[in-house]
């Protein structure tokens, strides 16, 4: 994921920019085409202005924190969890006891109609205070953004009032979004959460309020037309103009935008015109937020006025070719992607486009470990043993061995079946850096994924913290090419859903040719796995050879881990030393080598709960330290 090209925001200051508002829960309908009442499932989703413009000027690179409220519950769990793993700072996120967090239901019946339902009555957001932050804190930034739909009460006002007297006070820029929701002011019914202008003195008033303390003022025709006071956008420019100096962007769909620095003139098209980009739309919702955030980032940065708009246009035409907004917001390396594209004239299709969605992925994955030491519990660790234990009951105290580690050890990590393994599956939960699954069906050749399912649906009740695990057999013939479509199935599914894939040659593999063949070939068929799991054998010997294959062919690969099953696992310390000496290799991994000799005990019926527990945390305490000294 991308972040900040250093630690502070440029200028000096810590932020680059400080988002202060609007923050719920969007749940999307998965199903495109009909009414809100026809959805079946939902996908949920940060929301709200302030904070999926937080997220994508993250994405672009920009240090961003957002100051806003939600509910002690899991929905405000959640956003704030999100918003951290995008890299926005939420120090200023604040847990209100009293309020919960606010919700927005939202179907897509067609390019141009979507559905959309709040509920936000008395919501944690509107209840943010100028106690839940500082003016030193407004001041650590260059700019703070500001939402109208907190001009709707008192209360809010009064806030968005303090907040703007701090940044003044501070030199912080002032950014005014002016985000117009009639449905907030109580000028449309519940189920007209999508309409978007009404007119109303009130609102113009309360728009108006703080304008000339603004730098700079976005809003779409409907929302410049109530913020000017005049249905004629023309008139409303210049109504705003008489209240502030400020920036005008007139954002105009996919027209692109009109920029106003100085007096309004005679036509708008006499403005800063800058065209928007032709693309194929999938999903409306969201475009405005998706170029605030690239406008933002542009502007921030000092860019001209123009290019700022341009990148603007160009985040906005990515966002309505995707589904939902915040996670729809691209990163610097798509935008990059997308800018050369229409350089090059590329179709405009893009929510069709498997190399954008791959992109995509890859470049808003979630952290991991620098180091990862997995812990693979796949298959039988304990062959031969006398069963007076159940292997499930030994994997289950392999996590609680885990968990105990978790905090002096992060790069553990665990590979656990869904045959014998849920239970411990259920334990470690998401608090491994690494929790990988694999689905093929063991011994299968062609493969086969669980319970004899696609993988399609195989995956749709998967957590999105489970990475998936695919061995790789050989396989020949129709065999071979029954193998090869379903392994492209797998990797479709993994992007549908968000999975990140691992490709496992396994450690009985025949040899680097056969290793750097199923690379090769795999590669060829545009199958890119998120990472590599190879055996330590092969890499200690012929590994610059795969490692630059990989390299070559996936530069987005996240890297591989080294199997070092095979090996005894005191003498693998020297092998993996030279591994590490490529960047690629991320981590290893061991099963049987690791904890066979516990599991053996265990299963027979030869140690203790606790013995087991204890000799498990020793073992794993030696393999994370493996190769270090």
């Given amino acids: 994921m991308m972040r900040s090209v250093d630690a502070r925001g440029q200028g000096g200051r810590d932020f680059d920019l400080v988002s202060m508002g609007r923050t719920i829960l969007d749940v999307y309908g998965e199903q495109v085409g ?261 406008l933002l980032f542009g502007w921030l940065r000092d860019l001209p006025l123009a290019e700022a708009c341009r990148i603007g246009n160009a985040c906005g035409a990515l966002v309505v070719s995707r589904h939902g907004c915040a996670p729809a917001s691209p990163t610097a390396g798509e935008l990059a992607w997308f800018l050369e594209r229409d350089r090059t004239g590329g179709p405009p299709d893009l929510y069709r486009d498997r190399e954008l969605t791959r992109l995509h992925r890859a470049t808003t994955r979630r952290d991991r470990p620098a180091r990862l030491q997995i812990v693979d519990c796949d298959g039988d660790l304990a062959p031969g043993a006398a069963r007076v234990r159940t292997d499930a009951s030994f994997k289950s105290l392999v996590a609680v061995a885990m968990l105990g580690l978790r905090e002096s050890m992060p790069g553990l990590g665990i590979v656990l079946d869904h045959r014998d393994g849920e239970d411990a599956l259920y334990r470690i939960g998401s608090s491994s850096g690494w929790v990988a699954r694999p689905i093929a069906i063991p011994g299968r050749v062609p493969l086969a994924f669980e319970d004899e399912l696609p993988a399609g649906v195989a995956l749709r009740h998967w957590p999105l913290h489970h990475l998936v695990s695919c061995s790789i057999a050989p396989a020949d013939g129709i065999a071979r090419a029954i193998q090869d479509e379903r392994l492209r199935e797998l990797y479709l599914a993994c992007q549908h859903y968000g999975h990140e894939l691992v490709f496992v040659v396994a450690s009985d593999a025949p040899g680097a040719a056969a290793a750097i063949a199923t690379v090769e070939s795999l590669h060829a068929n545009a199958l890119l796995p998120d990472w590599w799991q190879l055996p330590a054998s092969l890499l200690a010997t012929d590994g610059s050879a795969i490692v630059q294959r990989i390299a070559k062919s996936n530069p987005q690969c996240r890297g591989i881990v080294a199997d070092i099953d095979g090996l005894d696992i005191d003498d693998a310390a020297d092998a993996i030393r030279r591994l590490r000496a490529s960047p690629l290799i991320s981590g290893i991994a061991a099963g049987r080598a690791l904890l066979g000799d516990c599991a053996q005990a265990w299963i027979a019926g030869n140690a203790t709960e606790a013995a087991t527990i204890d000799a498990l945390c020793g073992r794993l305490a030696r393999f994370a330290a493996l190769g270090d000294d």
């Avoid at 002690?72 to 999100?82: I, K, S």
């Avoid at 113009?204 to 249905?231: K, M, N, P, W, Y």
């Avoid at 210049?238 to 105009?252: N, S, W």
């Fill in 34 to 294: 009909c009414r809100m009442e026809e959805v079946s499932s939902f996908a949920k989703y940060v929301g709200g202005c302030p904070a999926n413009i937080a997220i994508g000027a993250s994405r672009l690179g920009l240090k961003v924190a957002l100051i806003a409220r939600v509910g002690d519950e899991q929905h405000g769990r959640f956003l704030r969890e999100q918003l951290a793993r995008e890299g926005v700072d939420v120090s200023h996120v604040r847990t209100d006891p009293a309020r919960a967090t606010g919700v927005a239901f939202l179907a897509i019946r067609d390019k141009e109609t979507f559905p959309l339902l709040h509920y936000r009555d008395n919501c944690a957001d509107m209840a943010i205070s100028p106690d839940d932050y500082t003016a030193e804190f407004i001041g650590r930034a260059r700019a703070l953004l500001i939402s109208g739909s907190h001009l709707t009460t008192p209360f809010a006002r009064a806030n968005i009032a303090a907040g703007i007297g701090r940044a003044r006070a501070r030199g912080t820029r002032v950014i005014f979004d002016i985000d117009y929701r009639p449905l907030f002011w109580g000028l449309a019914q519940r189920d007209a959460g999508e309409s978007r202008f009404v007119e109303s003195s009130k609102v113009t008033a309360a728009s108006q309020e703080f304008l000339h303390l603004c730098d700079l003022v976005v809003g779409t025709e409907e929302e410049i037309r109530i913020a000017g006071g005049s249905v004629d956008t023309l008139e409303a420019l210049r109504g705003i103009r008489a209240k502030t100096a400020a920036t005008l962007v007139l954002k105009r769909g996919a027209q692109g935008c009109v920029a106003f620095e100085g007096a309004i003139p005679a036509r708008i098209d006499d403005g800063l015109v800058v065209p928007g980009f032709p693309v194929d739309v999938f999903n409306v919702v969201g475009a405005g937020d998706g170029f605030m955030g690239g």
